[in-house]
């Protein structure tokens, strides 16, 4: 389902539902791993240029994995100082990224703290300085896929400089992470490349992980990220879970994690055969649905048939949430699979993740009260350090996004999120993740002091995971003087219908009606909120109804004319709107 790549790509409704689904493999709180808070965390920074600080420091908040990541971290600089025996004025930046390095494959980034993006900027820094070691590019390469893809006439290039990485010896957690960004790479760019080789290099690397007794990050999250890159490709996925077969025949272990990336390949399928359709519930009469049902109903009996040999793997039972969800089984089922992830594991993330989205009102009937109460026991349970109670931002995000716009408006609610934000923060000050769903929450609720506050904490190191670029702009335009009309979900809809009316005057318009229609969708609901003025809601309600007939008219383009002219007719209204308000609006385009 490409969990992990942001809002880009061959299907973007994929890819969002992935994103939100399985939000514990984004990096933050991965099972079975319990972090001490510490002050010890570098600030924030806003450019490239960066500071080195003390990833060892940060290492050390955690009680599980320590040696895997001290040995990993001086094999890595032991590797690195064999290749590059004169010293060099970019030593220290190199060291630094096989720090960030060694800390991302045994924990992730576990709390959202930017690891991935700072290593990138060291890279760019000794690069400046004229490091040109491939086992740093290589690592670098790796960290900057999940934000950059590299034009197709480079990609042949950069994989096989990454091949060459995973032939070379260095640690074999370098060498797994190195070959699965050559394989997404060829998967993305559709090279003609003999992927087995690829393959097979990675399956050695996790064979020699597997014996070695790995972090469960290691051996389950890198492995279930090559699954779901390659989803769009049943015979690369089929090969990717055969050489994970091998790798624990070849170590002689059989584990829980093993039958878990099963239940995950056959759910993986089982998405893969919904086609191209919007999110919610299974539709029983979608021509896809005997395939996917059949691909479902593999991915339970395989999760069962682990949960019963392997009663104490956490990632089982919290697969299986997800599978309730997918099938819509009861509300008991799925907490009688919460309740045994949380048994063994209570920091199960991922659990109380997939409980939050199970609960969201387009999957659970309801009218959100039970997110709201599951928040509120997320919170309860004061569970800082497995980021327990910040399963809240982002299932108050999607119930802002899918069920009630106002929640964040709402003062006994704000009162408690804004708490919650402030304490998780104090604890971990570098999360940006986090800070990110802050900032978005103060915006979408219209709390101009908290916005300003974080935006200038955040300056550029916003996750764009969380908001969009055009979500930032306005968030700068608010807060710029003389540029934002004071009323934010009117500025938003105007950036936003600017960019639907781009796309549709631009020559190669065929083919983007559904980049038209998500951006019409997001505009209507940043666009749900009224103002004070009667006249003002009155321009709103006419913008409102011409974005409804807009959207009504995407997807035949027999009639983009009659989209175009609705688009116009909304931007008008909007520009009436601000000026009812007394905002100080944007002279209207003159195409108006």
Excluded at 108 to 133: I, N, P, S, T
Excluded at 459 to 485: F, K, R
Aim: with cysteine; net charge negative; glycine share 6%.
């Amino acid at each position: 389902m490409k969990r992990l790549r942001k809002f880009a790509g061959s299907f973007p409704f994929k890819r969002l539902l992935a994103i939100i689904m399985m939000m514990a493999l984004i990096g933050l709180a991965p099972t079975g791993t319990r972090a001490t808070p510490s002050d010890s965390s570098a600030p924030l920074a806003g450019s490239d240029q960066i500071d080195l600080y003390d990833v060892d420091a940060m290492a050390a908040r955690f009680s599980e994995n320590k040696d895997f990541y001290q040995k990993l971290r001086d094999e890595g600089i032991a590797f690195y100082s064999s290749q590059n025996p004169t010293p060099s004025s970019y030593d220290d930046n190199a060291r630094e990224i096989i720090r960030l390095a060694a800390y991302y494959v045994t924990w992730g980034d576990y709390y959202g703290e930017g690891v991935l993006r700072d290593l990138v900027r060291f890279k760019k820094m000794a690069e400046k300085q004229g490091c040109l070691d491939p086992f740093i590019y290589g690592l670098y390469v790796s960290a900057n896929s999940v934000d950059h893809t590299p034009p197709d006439a480079q990609t042949l290039q950069i994989v096989n400089k990454l091949l060459t990485c995973a032939e070379a010896q260095a640690p074999a957690a370098f060498r797994l992470w190195e070959a699965k960004t050559a394989i997404v790479l060829v998967q993305n760019h559709k090279l003609n490349v003999d992927e087995s080789q690829l393959i097979s290099l990675w399956e050695k690397a996790f064979a020699q992980l597997i014996q070695d007794h790995a972090p469960t990050f290691t051996t389950y999250n890198l492995a279930s990220y090559l699954l779901d890159e390659c989803s769009d490709d049943d015979s690369t996925e089929n090969l990717v879970i055969g050489a994970i077969h091998q790798a624990y025949h070849e170590s002689g272990k059989d584990s829980g994690l093993c039958w878990a990336l099963d239940g995950d390949f056959f759910l993986d399928l089982s998405w893969g055969a919904r086609g191209p359709r919007m999110y919610g519930p299974v539709n029983p009469m979608y021509e896809g649905r005997p395939l996917e049902g059949e691909r479902l109903q593999k991915a339970q009996q395989i999760l069962e048939a682990g949960y019963a040999k392997f009663p104490d793997e956490s990632k089982i039972a919290s697969l299986m949430i997800r599978v309730a969800m997918e099938e819509t089984l009861d509300r008991s089922t799925m907490e009688m699979w919460f309740q045994r992830a949380i048994k063994t594991d209570p920091n199960n993330f991922g659990a109380y993740a997939a409980k939050m989205y199970y609960l969201q009102p387009r999957w659970y009937a309801g009218n959100g009260t039970e997110v709201w109460k599951f928040s509120q026991e997320c919170i309860a349970s004061q569970n800082w350090s497995a980021n327990i109670p910040m399963v809240l931002a982002k299932g108050l995000d999607q119930f802002f996004e899918y069920g009630d716009p106002l929640v964040f408006t709402r003062p006994p609610i704000w009162k408690k999120v804004e708490a919650t934000y402030r304490k998780y923060l104090s604890l971990y000050p570098r999360s940006s993740h986090i800070r990110t769903y802050f900032l978005k929450a103060a915006y979408v609720g219209h709390h101009p002091n908290v916005l300003r506050e974080q935006y200038n904490i955040l300056g550029a190191n916003w996750d764009h995971e969380v908001i969009s670029q055009d979500e930032y702009d306005c968030m700068t335009a608010s807060l710029t003087p003389n540029q934002g009309s004071g009323y934010p979900d009117m500025d938003e809809a105007l950036v936003l219908l600017q960019k639907a009316e781009t796309i549709q005057s631009g020559p190669a318009y065929d083919g983007k009606d559904m980049e038209v229609f998500n951006i019409l969708i997001s505009v209507r609901t940043v666009m749900q909120d009224g103002g004070a003025k009667p006249v003002y809601r009155n321009h709103r309600h006419l913008a409102l109804k011409a974005l409804d007939a807009a959207a009504s008219g995407v997807p035949g383009h027999d009639q983009l004319q009659a989209v175009d002219d609705n688009i116009k007719l909304a931007m008008q209204e909007i520009h009436n709107a601000l000026q009812a308000a007394g905002g100080k609006a944007k002279a209207a385009p003159s195409s108006i």
